[in-house]
């Protein structure tokens, strides 16, 4: 059984572009989390889709934005990229309340 | 709202000693907690979780924590450290929907 998979695993940008970043959960869940974790502090929840709708958004501006497909995997865009942006983004999956992450895409926005 | 604060940055422990993660959190309603370790490099593994059952959890490689409400406390111990469990430790509070809130984390480091 795959756990939660991740692509790509990295990414180099440069400001202004935009990004696009992929997560397929574990198989039986319906809900996937993003979080954006910063070199050197704990992740922050940008948002959590569950029925292909946005249910919960952390303080994260409209440049970033998500989707979820019928077959449950998801999308991160962020718009306009910023080098504050530079961080590992982390997908996490759950059927309840506990979540299991993927291993992350590490983007560089230069 | 909730929140969690993980008292020490950084832990030094020596291999074979017991290791002491502090972590306490702050909620209106009763929290379901978890600990997760990350390797460097790596994603974040669950290590065990509190959902308002024991308040003594036992977790993966002999890890355990212990809620208690009073103290609002929910620190993880081991008795014996290995040197694989270098790693950060991240304390978390759930909201009951799937938002977590993360703590800072603690760097564990282990000599021989």
Redesign the interface.
């Known amino acids: 059984d795959a756990g ?1 998979t991740q692509s790509p695993t990295h990414l180099i940008k440069t400001r202004g572009q935009q990004v696009t970043l992929r997560c397929s959960p574990k198989s039986g869940h319906d ?1 996937v ?1 993003w ?1 954006q974790q910063a070199l050197g ?5 940008i948002f ?1 889709y ?1 029925e292909e709708e946005e ?2 958004r ?1 303080n994260f501006p409209d440049r970033f934005s998500g989707h979820q497909f019928p077959n449950y995997s998801s999308e991160l865009n962020v718009n306009a990229l910023l080098l504050g942006d530079s961080a590992l983004y ?1 997908c ?1 999956s ?1 059927s309840k ?8 895409t590490r983007l560089l926005v230069l | 709202a909730q929140s969690v604060t993980q008292l020490d940055s950084h832990v030094s422990v020596s291999e074979g000693t017991p290791v002491l993660l502090r972590c306490n959190y702050s909620s209106s309603y009763s929290p379901s907690l978890f600990w997760y370790v990350q390797h460097p490099n790596k994603g974040l593994q669950l290590l065990l979780k509190y959902t308002s059952a024991a308040t003594l959890v036992k977790g993966i490689n002999g890890f355990e924590a212990e809620f208690k409400k009073s103290e609002t406390s929910f620190h993880l111990t081991k008795p014996s450290a290995h040197m694989s469990d270098a790693a950060e430790y991240f304390c978390v509070v759930s909201d009951g929907w799937g938002k977590f809130q993360f703590g800072a984390g603690t760097q564990v480091v282990v000599t021989p």
């Open positions: 939660v809900t989390s979080y502090q704990g992740p922050q929840f959590q569950y249910r919960q952390g982390l996490a759950s309340e506990t979540q299991y992450f993927g291993p992350g």
